[in-house]
């Protein structure tokens, strides 16, 4: 009776629809949002409908059965109607005859063959379906008699995200031939080709996105919700993330006029990034207009187009190179200089540590190995496996550039052996085979005794483990297995981290330098000189002073720089192009040139141009994102521990780059440590430092707020200083009167008003809201407990708009009061500079975009 009365009811509530809508095939009439059981179509009873059976309530998505002509196979699909653009279908991998028919009943949606055979239908249903809707999201749901979803498209993404759809962790978006997939995991969102075996892009190394992994990815979504959110779009009414065929990630909006979608974003974005940016074994090389596309020297142009070894070889293929006798016989040809693979960016090395020769074996013993690259400043091995896409020269921007690549090869045809030949020179060569094997065994044997002795030593030492402790996967781990002890880490010519950049001789570095002609900066490291590569690419090079070299802090400093750097790219990190080290006195490390040099002279030197304010937010946001790049974009977390404006680096218009990461800490995710020794600089150090706490990443978000004070304010945040009877510093100092800004701002922000902290060199060409964003953020940055601070994956988003600023809290400002209130003085143990709060700008020339 019950159920009886429920049928009753959901028939009385689905009548108006039912008489609007006529669902009979026959009639061919498209229905609006609803369908109901029993209802069938076919390509032929659609044809003049364009396929189109169902549109949602707002007509912005329709279901149709789409073909190429009246009598073609079709697919049944979902297409946003204005662009005609399909955002889903359910057999696109298998399309269906002309004649085949799709049909909805209580059982759910299905699409069956002339002989009854079902090609395509939902899975099995919990319940009766009752209705089929299509949603003005794009979402195509099953409902029950009471509405409830029993299935929905959304859960069975193809190659498109839409607005309102979320991608689980686990879940994939695949183009229709499958060679490329996003693949979302619970630590990051990358793509992948060859059967997901080979990635050629990762969403935490894109500055386009913003990544925040401090807490685990649950889902990606293309809206500005959860853990993944893009940053830097415009406001559209629809958005769209489609996996194109050719690999790339495409972001698309619709603003709800015209006929076609406007482009955001892609990723990736250079010319040379993708798998088959050219043919197969080709080379792409950028240019000013694109990219070019070459055979490498070792291999021959086919007339046809594409490269091909010589004619009596033919490239090692899995199904080629099966069996022990063919893998025996595997050559190799050299890819020559300057090139690398698509793939290598972001692999891990199969082996570290070896030679040339054991990298070349690894893939000779692996039927499904293609060719391999090694890299001598690292004695790391990369393999291509299964498949071989387009090659890469390395004169392009994120490759290292002493890499030699090598692809197997096999002879077409085969040579045969003469048994009998054989037989004879056997017993001839027997004595001459021992005495060789003899040989072999006695330097084994020696070689053993000898690593056994150095392992004891290894045991008894030092090794950094401190700096290079990680697991099996951390590129700097294996620094502390084939050295003994930080001595010898630091004085052998052997330093070995994979992935480590060119290793470069000091006469090298002197003809670079024009014997360090040209001083571009200096400071209690060493000195800074400009140079240029023989490849014609300006550099910074990096002495290291005689004093720090040769100390243990000095070493540790350069070898987690090396470490650091070395591993990681990222468009707000400053790029390391190599390094030299031969002996205590001769430690160099060899950046890329930044024209502006750093943000402390730009923003403190007397008489530079000064900054805008949106200059400054860029600086600020370019800033936070490298931050939040090294606390959550790469395999460990990396804790910058001396963030700072001198450590803030400038390029032109728009370049913004982190550098200096001596005093960095590895740590995993989540983890806190105890520091035996405080690092930074003073007046940037968090509370924690100070208490003897454990230190994590939100150390660095204290640092930056510091520094975000001193961006929006345009001097030191402890100076000596008293103004005129205006604004805020008569109220907090009188001339000659050390004065805090930090709790200026926290003052300030109190009683409502913003504009007055802005530097006033601006003259007020700045908006009050823009301020308060700014000052809002950098208090949030300031609160004393560490879990109260946001990460910096959030405060970039915050400062760029994309997320709503939070409000600082004032129980956890209050400590600003005690330690910065009246009585402080500006007295520390260094005399009356704030402890070395006060920087020396004397000196400095202004920096020159154009120099």
């Keep these: ?256 006029n015209g006929s076609v979608l406007s482009k955001q974003l892609l990723a990736p974005r250079g010319v040379c990034d993708l798998p088959l940016s050219c043919g197969e074994l080709d080379v792409c090389t950028v240019t000013s207009i694109g990219a070019t596309c070459n055979c490498p020297a070792s291999l021959t142009e086919l007339p046809t187009g594409g490269c091909s070894p010589a004619d009596s070889f033919t490239l090692a293929y899995p199904s080629k190179c099966a069996g022990e006798k063919n893998q025996s016989e595997a050559a190799y040809l050299s890819l020559g200089s300057q090139t690398d693979y698509f793939a290598n960016k972001f692999a891990s090395p199969a082996s570290s540590g070896g030679n040339l020769s054991s990298c070349r074996n690894l893939c000779s013993v692996n039927c499904f190995c293609l060719g391999f690259f090694y890299r001598d400043s690292s004695n790391s091995c990369f393999l291509i496996k299964d498949k071989i896409g387009s090659f890469i020269s390395t004169r392009d921007h994120g490759f290292v550039d002493d890499g030699e690549g090598y692809i197997k090869i096999l002879a077409s045809t085969q040579p045969q052996h003469d048994s009998s030949k054989n037989s004879n020179l056997f017993p001839i060569l027997l004595p001459s085979i021992a005495g060789i094997l003899f040989l072999v065994i006695l330097l084994a044997g020696f070689y053993c005794l000898r690593r056994h002795h150095q392992r004891s030593r290894n045991n008894n030492s030092g090794p950094l483990k401190e700096i290079y402790a990680g697991g099996q996967n951390n590129p700097w781990s294996q620094l502390t297995d084939n050295h003994s002890s930080t001595e010898d880490i630091l004085n052998s010519d052997e330093i070995s981290i994979p992935g480590l950049p060119h290793r470069f001789t000091y006469t090298e570095l002197v003809a670079a330098t024009n014997n360090f002609s040209t001083k571009i900066g200096s400071g209690g490291f060493g000195e800074v000189f400009l140079g240029e590569l023989p490849d014609k690419t300006t550099v910074a090079v990096k002495r290291i002073s005689a004093g720090d070299a040769g100390s243990l802090h000095g070493k540790k400093e350069f070898c987690m720089e090396i470490a650091v750097i070395g591993s990681i790219h990222h468009i707000n990190l400053v790029r390391l192009h190599g390094f030299s080290a031969e002996g205590r006195r001769r430690r160099l490390l060899v950046y890329e040139y930044m024209n502006r040099g750093s943000l402390d002279r730009s923003l403190f030197r007397p008489g530079c141009p000064v900054l805008e304010w949106q200059e400054r937010m860029d600086i600020a946001i370019g800033a936070a994102r490298g931050l939040a790049y090294l606390h959550s974009g790469c395999d460990r977390k990396i804790v910058h521990c001396d963030v700072k404006p001198e450590n803030i680096l400038l390029h032109g218009i728009t370049g913004v780059k982190i550098s200096d990461f001596g005093l960095a800490k590895f740590m995993n995710p989540e983890q806190s440590g105890l520091f035996t020794t405080m690092r930074g600089t003073r007046g940037y150090l968090a509370p924690e430092w100070l208490a003897n706490a454990a230190i994590s990443d939100r150390a660095d978000v204290y640092s930056y707020g510091m520094v975000l004070l001193e961006i929006i304010r345009g001097k030191k945040n402890f100076s000596v200083e008293g103004r005129g009877s205006e604004g805020w510093s008569s109220k907090n100092s009188v001339e000659g009167e050390m004065v805090c800004f930090p709790l200026v701002a926290l003052e300030m922000h109190e009683k409502g008003k913003y504009l007055e902290l802005a530097d006033e060199r601006l003259e007020k060409r700045v908006r009050e809201e823009e301020v308060e964003r700014a000052v809002r953020v950098a208090l949030c940055c300031l609160h004393e407990e560490p879990a109260l601070r946001p990460s910096m994956t959030a405060v970039a988003a915050m400062l760029d708009g994309s997320r709503e600023v939070a409000q600082p809290r004032p129980e956890a400002l209050a400590f600003l009061r005690l330690l910065y209130g009246r009585g402080f003085g500006g007295q520390g143990s260094e005399g009356g500079n704030m402890n070395g709060w006060e920087g020396d700008v004397k000196g400095l020339s202004c920096p020159h975009v154009g120099l």
């Design 1 to 256: 009776m019950v159920s009886s009365r429920r049928r009753i009811l959901f028939l009385l509530l689905t009548l108006p629809l039912r008489r609007r809508h006529k669902n009979s095939a026959a009639a061919a009439h498209i229905a609006t949002e609803f369908l109901y059981p029993n209802f069938t179509a076919s390509s032929i009873n659609f044809i003049e409908k364009g396929g189109i059976f169902l549109t949602s309530i707002s007509s912005t998505f329709s279901a149709t059965l789409s073909s190429d002509s009246p009598q073609s196979n079709f697919i049944f699909s979902i297409l946003h109607s204005p662009t005609s653009t399909l955002v889903w279908s359910a057999n696109r991998d298998i399309s269906a005859p002309y004649t085949a028919v799709l049909s909805l009943s209580t059982a759910g949606l299905s699409i069956s063959l002339p002989n009854g055979s079902i090609l395509w239908s939902t899975p099995v249903l919990s319940q009766h379906a009752a209705a089929l809707q299509l949603l003005d999201t794009g979402n195509l749901l099953l409902l029950d008699a009471a509405n409830f979803s029993l299935w929905q498209s959304f859960d069975h993404p193809t190659d498109t995200l839409l607005s309102h759809q979320r991608l689980p962790a686990g879940s994939t978006l695949s183009t229709s031939a499958g060679d490329y997939r996003l693949l979302i995991n619970i630590e990051d969102a990358v793509l992948l080709w060859s059967d997901g075996d080979q990635q050629y892009w990762r969403l935490s190394a894109d500055p386009q996105w913003v990544k925040d992994i401090n807490d685990p990815i649950a889902y990606m979504a293309a809206n500005e919700s959860g853990p993944v959110y893009l940053v830097d779009l415009p406001v559209t009414k629809l958005k769209f993330i489609r996996l194109e065929s050719n690999g790339q990630l495409r972001v698309m909006g619709y603003n709800g």
